[in-house]
C-alpha cells in the first residue's frame, strides 16, 4: 500500500469552499459524463457518525455513485486490465471541513483493491504538518491550481487558466507566483490518499500509476472550483443541493448519449512515461 498527503491552496475561505467544492463536484461530473463512461448517483441522504472519526460524532452527507472510466485511465492499464476493471464505486462521507471518500472495485477486484481518501480543510496556506495523522514518512506532494503543467497542454482552457481569471462577484485574483504565501483569504485542503492493489507482479506499478494521476485529478477539481467562482459564490446551500439533484438526473440521460465527455490521462506524451 502506498500513502501520500496532497496539499492544495485555494484563493477561498473555508466557508466559501463548502459550497464550491459541492458546486465543482457536480460541474465536473456532467463534464466528465457520457457514451457510457463517467459518473451516475445510486445515493445521497443524510448521515450522523460516532465511528467515522475516532472520538468525535460527525453528520453529513452521505453519497454513493459508480464511475465507469475505461477510456479515462492510463493506456498502460487499459491494456493489462478488462472492462471490469474500470468500474469503480465510490462511497463518501462529507462532514465538511472533513470529508472520507473509499473507492473500490467489488466486479472485479473485490476485496484487492481500495482506496481511502480522507480530507480536511483549514483556513492557512498548507503549513499545518500532518492534519491528518498519517504516516510520519509519507510522501508530501503539493497541488498549484496556477501550474498549468500538471493539467497538461491539451487539457488547457484560458477561460480556465487561474494566472488569467479575475472574478466579477468578488475581488479575487489573478494569482501570480507567490500567490500561496501572499493571498489573503487562504485555506488548503489536506488528502491523505492510501492505495491498496493486491496483484502479484502489478501491485507497485499500479499503485504507482494511479498516484501519479491524483495532482491532475485534485488539481482539475480544485482549480475549477474557483475559476467557476462566479456561478456559485452568490447561491445558497439549498440552491446548491438543487443542482446536485437535477445534476443526478442530468448524468442519467448523458451517460446513454453516445458521445463521451472530458479529460483522459494520455493527453500528454509525459504521463505515458
Not at 251 to 259: F, I, M, N
Request: negative net charge; glycine residues 6%.
Amino acid at each position: 500500500m502506498i500513502i501520500k498527503e496532497y496539499r492544495i491552496p485555494l484563493p477561498l475561505s473555508v466557508d466559501e469552499f463548502e459550497r464550491g467544492l459541492l458546486y465543482a463536484v457536480s460541474a465536473c461530473s456532467r463534464n466528465e459524463t457520457g457514451g457510457g463512461e463517467g459518473a451516475e448517483f445510486l445515493v445521497q441522504e443524510d448521515f450522523t457518525s460516532d465511528t467515522l472519526r475516532p472520538g468525535q460524532t460527525v453528520s453529513g452527507t452521505y453519497t454513493k455513485k459508480i464511475y465507469r472510466l475505461r477510456s479515462k485511465a492510463p493506456w498502460v492499464l487499459q491494456k493489462l486490465l478488462p472492462a471490469e476493471a474500470f468500474e469503480i464505486h465510490e462511497e463518501s462521507w462529507n462532514a465538511y471541513p472533513y470529508c472520507k471518500t473509499v473507492l473500490t472495485n467489488p466486479g472485479y477486484m473485490k476485496e484487492n483493491f481500495h482506496q481511502v481518501i480522507e480530507t480536511l480543510h483549514l483556513p492557512d496556506n498548507g503549513s499545518t504538518e500532518n492534519a491528518l495523522d498519517g504516516p510520519e514518512k509519507r510522501e508530501v506532494i503539493w497541488v498549484d491550481i496556477a501550474d498549468n503543467d500538471i493539467f497538461g497542454a491539451k487539457n488547457y482552457k484560458k477561460e480556465k487558466d487561474a494566472r488569467l481569471f479575475e472574478p466579477e462577484v468578488v475581488e479575487r485574483g489573478p494569482l501570480d507566483d507567490d500567490w500561496i504565501d501572499e493571498h489573503d483569504p487562504i485555506m488548503c485542503a489536506y488528502k491523505l490518499v492510501s492505495c491498496h492493489f493486491k496483484w502479484t507482479g502489478l501491485q507497485r506499478m499500479v499503485e504507482k500509476t494511479i498516484h501519479k494521476q491524483y495532482p491532475r485529478v485534485f488539481g482539475l477539481m480544485h482549480r475549477d472550483a474557483y475559476v467557476l467562482l462566479d456561478e456559485w459564490y452568490n447561491m445558497s446551500m439549498d440552491s446548491i443541493r438543487e443542482y446536485e439533484e437535477e445534476t443526478a438526473h442530468v448524468l442519467r440521460k448523458q451517460l446513454a448519449d453516445p458521445e463521451k465527455r472530458g479529460t483522459t490521462c494520455d493527453d500528454d506524451a509525459n504521463n505515458n512515461k
